[in-house]
């Protein structure tokens, strides 16, 4: 091949993996933007992207050493460009694999969505068995890599053949993990309070919407406080309510509910609450069984004033 026509290639190519590049980040900036401006109400689905975009970041991360290595092997001496050649050529097979996994992935999803659409099955349920499938081959995995890795150390002569299926395999869990990490973090969301209705002279419900995007958390925690103003503590706790996922809770002063839409819907009764500021801490944990090391939690706090109405205190 002569010089021109290798130039040619690598142009081909550089060109090739900048435009994989530039639609792996603009897929990954529209969930991620998706993920959080949006109350997400299918924990199931929410799963399923989780694992999309952490292939994503993979894709994006591969993608990235493909360019530096390729990049470098422009400028390297004769004596380390083939092997830099060799080594991008082995991250470009794994580059161009995963979008071709991703479009299976995206099609099984569908496919499974559809089907248990019409079948009327429980999308969580199929979930759930797809995670205790994962689990057990993870479990099995790793119990064949410690047989081999136990064969290896006491035969020499298969050594030099385990040990690089050995160091790919953490590799790629080290990678699935950290991606799948990173895909947690960017689509765990925001989380807000809003007053609805405002306290007034003669209004005794206050209204208040709690909206947590990203990925939906099971249960919200709301502290009450009023103003303290004869101890070191700014605000003493008066009263605190957990909204469930379904059904109403209430408490002394509060009531709440999560409806269909996946926002939080909290009132307050203050015929009883005396005029004063109060704060209203709310908080979620999110944590899913299968990964207790993926939780995080978060938290909004509202500051209002209940005016002097009659038969207040």
């Known amino acids: 091949m002569s010089e021109n026509e290798d130039g040619r290639t690598r142009f081909e190519e ?53 360019l530096l290595f ?33 479009i299976l992935y995206v099609l099984c999803l569908t496919i499974v969505i559809l089907l248990m659409q019409y079948t009327g099955l429980s ?9 205790r499938i994962t689990n057990y081959i993870l479990i099995i995995s790793l119990v064949i890599i410690l047989i081999l890795v136990i064969v290896a150390y006491f035969l020499k002569v298969i050594r030099p053949i385990i040990v690089p299926v050995v160091s790919g395999f953490v590799i790629v869990v080290a990678a699935v ?47 009450l406080h009023k103003a303290n103003y004869s101890s070191e503590t700014l605000f003493n706790n008066i009263d605190n309510i957990i909204i469930n996922t379904s059904g109403e809770n209430s408490s002394k ?27 209203l801490d709310c908080e979620v944990t999110f944590k899913w069984p299968w990964s207790s090391f993926l939780k995080r939690k978060k938290l909004d706090t509202a ?7 009659n038969g207040t205190s």
């Open 14 to 66: 550089l060109t090739l993996v900048l435009t994989l590049l530039v639609g792996s980040l603009t897929a990954l900036f529209k969930i991620v933007e998706y993920f959080n401006s949006n109350v997400i109400i299918d924990e199931s689905i929410a799963l399923a992207i989780v694992f999309l975009t952490a292939f994503l970041l993979i894709e994006v991360l591969l993608l990235l050493l493909f």
């Open 70 to 102: 390729k990049g470098c092997s422009l400028w390297a001496p004769k004596e380390h460009k083939e092997r830099l050649d060799e080594i991008s050529s082995e991250i470009g097979l794994y580059m161009f694999g995963i979008p071709i996994f991703l």
């Open 123 to 131: 999308i969580r349920l199929s979930i759930i068995w797809m995670e």
């Open 177 to 223: 993990i950290g991606a799948s990490l990173g895909a947690f973090l960017l689509l765990s969301g925001t989380y807000s309070i809003d007053m609805v209705d405002p306290p007034g002279n003669s209004a005794e419900i206050i209204s208040f919407t709690i909206t947590d995007t990203g990925i939906p958390s099971g249960r919200c925690f709301i502290y």
């Open 253 to 279: 002063y509060m009531r709440g509910e999560k409806r269909s839409d996946g926002i939080y819907y909290l009132f307050i009764n203050t015929s009883n609450l005396p005029s004063d500021y109060y704060t």
């Open 303 to 309: 500051i209002f004033y209940i005016p002097y109405r």
